[in-house]
């Protein structure tokens, strides 16, 4: 079987080094054009184009695929390209960009994608993020065929995975791209030898997953302390939480929620000893601070942080 493979960052990756090592066919990989990044933003390549130049896969960087978008001549020759190209299906994983109808009919069998929840929950665009935040006990991986819907489209295979208490985004979004490289090869074996048997989504039950702003890295010390702890693993990495202290932005990498209360106004530090860790009081609960980071400085457990950047108790963060 032929596959045209179409991601951008590392969830994809890993999908794409499934689909080689299994040895499918892979005579096209679309990818996002290279972006600036880190502190000399310089253009980078995605983790996928990356992958795909190492193994001498073709690559093709599209502005966009929508022909009557902002960037028509460019759809129109990638148009061209998948057309010209021989393939079976095409896999989609965290590609970044809308496929149109005029590309989902391309493919002989269709696309196929691969998305980070049990669907239709978090249909969108952080459903890895989201699910920790909202405090969801499982999540999974969900192959399904594509349509013109966000994310609407029959589940072919569905597995779930349970989110343990420490799992972050860094942690759950490896665990996932390495589900979604194994069903995605079993997707595609199956779908070799007969047709994959499909399920509708159900109408109940469907939440969407809204993109990640920086603007909500923000804490509001006046949630509860469990509400904060999870909105820290599931910004972490990206795009990190932080909070306003005497004019300074202090980011919070991890936390935890205790089942103590307190009194004490919203944002308040109760204490930071080397020992305790940081205590901060919430609208409900007690959230102890365990890594830190002050501006230009490294990421710490709390103990090394307070070495170099005391915290007074009876202080407060200022909640937004």
């Known amino acids: 079987m032929k596959v045209i ?18 040895g499918f066919t892979i ?16 253009l980078q390549a995605s983790a996928v184009k990356q992958y795909a130049i190492t193994h001498g896969i073709p690559v093709a960087q599209p502005q966009s695929l929508k022909l009557d978008g902002k960037y028509p001549e460019a759809a129109a020759q990638a148009h061209a390209l998948l057309r010209e190209t021989e393939h079976d299906v095409m896999v989609v994983a965290a590609y970044g960009l809308i496929l149109p109808l005029s590309v989902l009919q391309i493919p002989r069998l269709g696309c196929l994608n691969i998305h980070g929840s049990l669907l239709p929950r978090w249909r969108g665009a952080a459903p890895i993020h989201r699910a ?32 343990e208490e420490n799992d972050t985004t860094g942690s759950l979004h490896a665990k996932l791209a390495t589900l979604g490289g194994q069903m995605i090869v079993q997707a595609l074996k199956q779908l070799e ?84 860790g940081v205590l901060v009081a919430c609208g409900q609960g007690v959230l102890k601070l365990t890594e830190l980071q002050k ?26």
């Open 27 to 42: 005579p096209l990989v679309l990818t996002q054009p290279d972006r600036p990044a880190g502190r000399g933003m310089q």
């Open 295 to 320: 501006p230009g400085g490294k990421r710490l457990p709390a103990a090394e942080f307070l070495q170099g950047f005391p915290l007074a108790s009876g202080t407060c963060f200022t909640t937004f």
């Open 193 to 276: 030898q007969q047709a994959l048997p499909s399920t509708v989504q159900p109408e109940n039950g469907v939440t969407y997953a809204a993109k990640i702003s920086k603007e909500e890295a923000a804490l509001d010390f006046r949630l509860t302390a469990s509400q904060i702890a999870r909105k820290i693993r599931a910004f972490t990495p990206f795009p990190g939480t932080h909070a306003a202290y005497q004019g300074q932005t202090i980011k919070i990498w991890a936390a935890e929620a205790l089942s103590m209360q307190s009194d004490q106004p919203a944002g308040q530090i109760l204490s930071a000893h080397p020992h305790d």
């Open 5 to 22: 493979f179409a991601g951008t960052p590392e969830f994809a990756a890993v999908a794409l080094k499934a689909l080689h090592e299994a």
């Open 132 to 163: 920790i935040e909202a405090g969801d006990h499982e999540t999974g991986i969900t192959v399904m065929q594509m349509e013109e819907g966000l994310d609407t489209g029959p589940m072919l295979l569905r597995q779930s995975l349970a989110i």
